[in-house]
């Protein structure tokens, strides 16, 4: 039998897929969270068409025509889906809308403990079919190109935003909940838990190749309530979640809890999203080769000039350092303002200066 090369099973089709699990690659993977958003023209060209941000949404083929405009423009390794974590406490009930210029507002946010428990689990193939159904047409489109992430808020950052009603400086309302109810917080958090797994049930169902929970506000919590409301949840998703016969890997990103590494990477999850004020190379130890690590650049890199965004690429990709198990990615959303040509230079970068050692020419 001829001797398979890495080469043979790589490329951009699969080393995303590969990096998560751990697996030797050609070079090293590279997407970008937003990277379908504003910084694109295309991206603002088509939610003008679509009137609002739900409305691209809610379409599944314009979330499909949005997903694919990174992909097609640029050399990334994954496609993620568009929608937002906020769909699930959408339909719920809570009436999710977008003011301009200042990010997501819910027009009936939890403001009393009754409105706690009357929340039911929305039935993803009902009041969030739109979503399933994108995903299944974006793997239909993507054919085979690059893998699809499908995604979901972790139960804390929904119940975040649910009990704040947008988005907060201080968290004084959740905290208020969680310090002098706690057991309506619980119930919160076991009701958003039961239906992050439906929902990203339905996702890998529908074709979705890896997912992410986006744990955005786990960071504001002292190292105790972290545990308690937001760790524990993210643990009972990792293990509980049924990830088809493919057993799909699951990346956490608990932004800002970075004191938590150890845990996190015993939490059943594949990798871990790490944001910037974290050394990659300490994350990975720390780890101990437990899980893949996806980050960790500076978003504000994307406004250097070309040649120092190449340099601060470099200096991830060592961070990192030799082996499988690194999928390169900012350590935060690409902000709105950015040259959409320095996704270029990023992308070109890491894939010529993520090769392991001993194949560099
Ligand atoms: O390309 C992708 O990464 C996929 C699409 C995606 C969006 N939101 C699209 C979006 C994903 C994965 C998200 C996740 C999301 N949404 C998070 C977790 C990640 C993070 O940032 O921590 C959070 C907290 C949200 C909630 C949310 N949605 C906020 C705070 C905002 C406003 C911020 C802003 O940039 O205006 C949104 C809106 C949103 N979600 C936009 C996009 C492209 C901008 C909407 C627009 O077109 O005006």
Redesign the pocket.
């Known amino acids: 039998m001829p001797t398979m090369t890495i080469d043979d099973d790589c490329g951009r089709h699969n080393r995303f897929l590969r990096a998560l699990r751990r697996q030797r690659v050609d070079t090293t993977p590279v997407w ?7 910084y694109l023209p295309e ?1 603002r060209a088509t ?1 003008q068409r679509a009137g609002s ?1 739900m409305n ?1 949404c809610r379409s599944p083929e314009l979330a499909c025509e949005v ?1 694919l405009q ?1 992909v097609e423009r640029f050399e990334l390794d994954a496609a ?7 769909t699930i406490p959408d339909a719920m009930g809570l009436g999710l809308g ?1 003011v ?2 200042e ?2 507002r819910f027009a009936r946010p939890l403001r009393t403990l009754d409105a706690i428990t009357r929340l039911a689990v929305p039935d993803p193939e009902m009041e969030l079919r739109y979503v399933p159904d994108a995903v299944r047409l974006i793997r239909r489109e993507l054919r085979g190109r690059v893998p699809l992430i499908g ?1 979901a ?1 972790s139960p804390w ?1 929904l119940a975040c ?1 649910m009990v704040e009603g947008g ?1 907060s400086e201080g968290f004084a309302r959740i905290k208020k909940l969680m310090w002098d109810h706690p057991e309506a917080l619980h119930h919160l958090l076991g009701v958003l838990t039961q239906a992050v797994r439906a929902y990203l049930e339905a996702q890998v169902r529908a074709g979705a190749q890896a997912i ?1 929970l ?1 744990d ?2 786990g960071g504001v919590l002292a190292p105790g309530d972290y545990r308690e409301f937001s760790l524990a949840n993210l643990c009972r998703l990792a293990q509980g979640i049924d990830r088809g016969p493919e057993q799909v890997p699951l990346i956490v ?1 608990s ?1 800002g809890a970075n004191g938590h590494l150890e845990a996190l990477s015993q939490s059943g999850a594949d990798a871990l999203g790490i944001d910037w004020t974290q050394d990659l190379g300490e994350a990975r130890a720390r780890t101990d080769g437990r899980v893949a690590l996806q980050g960790n650049l500076d978003p504000a890199a994307m406004y250097a000039s070309p040649a120092s965004l190449r340099q601060q690429v470099d200096l991830v990709l060592r961070s990192y350092g030799d082996g499988p198990g690194h999928v390169f990615n900012l350590g ?2 690409i902000t ?1 303002d950015v040259d959409p040509e320095q996704m270029r230079v990023l992308v070109d970068a890491v894939h010529q200066l993520g090769r392991p050692r001993d194949t560099l020419a």
């Open positions: 970008v969270m937003r990277q379908a958003g504003r991206y939610r941000f691209l997903t990174p993620i889906l568009f929608s937002d974590i906020l977008f301009e210029g990010g997501p995604f808020g950052t935003y988005p992410m986006f955005s506000w990103f932004r935060h959303g709105p």
